[in-house]
């Protein structure tokens, strides 16, 4: 290897270390901007049971984009999302027990009803914390269709 040689690539190699931090600092920012995704699949099981399943916990506090499927054959299920320090089981439930008691929990989020086999999406901007994502149907709670979800700062 020749001296000018060396020096030329010796060049390039500090270029390619300057530069880098420019470009990872972008992507950092980049990052901070962009929504995290959180796919939540809904379905019943033939014994009864009801589950929620999210594709990520934790997610970092920010922009969040629930993708949501109901997985379901032949039940309607509703996607919704409320701030809670509250146990889901310890959730309040209208008479009945059938169903929580929304009016009882403050700021709920909806994304509404999802008929079998449909998808919806829903995006929030939520803050550190721990949320339930539930669906209320009747009944559907109380087989089991909840999920908390830890949103770190």
């Known amino acids: 290897m020749t001296p000018s040689s ?3 690539i010796s060049s390039a ?17 980049l990052m901070k901007t962009k929504s995290s995704i959180v796919d939540v699949a809904m379905t019943n099981k033939p014994d009864g049971h009801q589950i929620m399943i999210l594709s990520r916990n934790p997610v970092r506090a920010g922009p969040i984009l629930f993708k949501v499927k109901n997985e379901s054959p032949n039940l309607v299920h509703e996607f919704l999302i409320v701030k ?4 889901p089981t310890a959730f309040p439930m209208e008479e009945g027990g059938t169903r929580v008691d929304e009016a009882k929990l403050s700021g709920i989020k ?5 008929e079998p086999g449909r998808s919806g999406q829903m995006q929030m901007t939520l803050g550190p914390g721990r949320y339930v994502l539930f669906c209320n149907q009747p009944g ?3 087989a089991g ?3 908390t ?4 700062p």
């Open 149 to 152: 979800l830890r949103v770190a």
């Open 145 to 147: 269709m909840f999920a």
């Open 6 to 8: 060396a020096h030329a």
């Open 13 to 29: 190699i500090i270029l390619a270390f300057l530069g880098s931090p420019v470009a990872i600092a972008d992507d950092v920012e």
């Open 140 to 142: 559907h709670f109380m």
């Open 110 to 114: 909806e994304l509404g009803d999802l």
């Open 84 to 87: 809670a320090d509250l146990d």
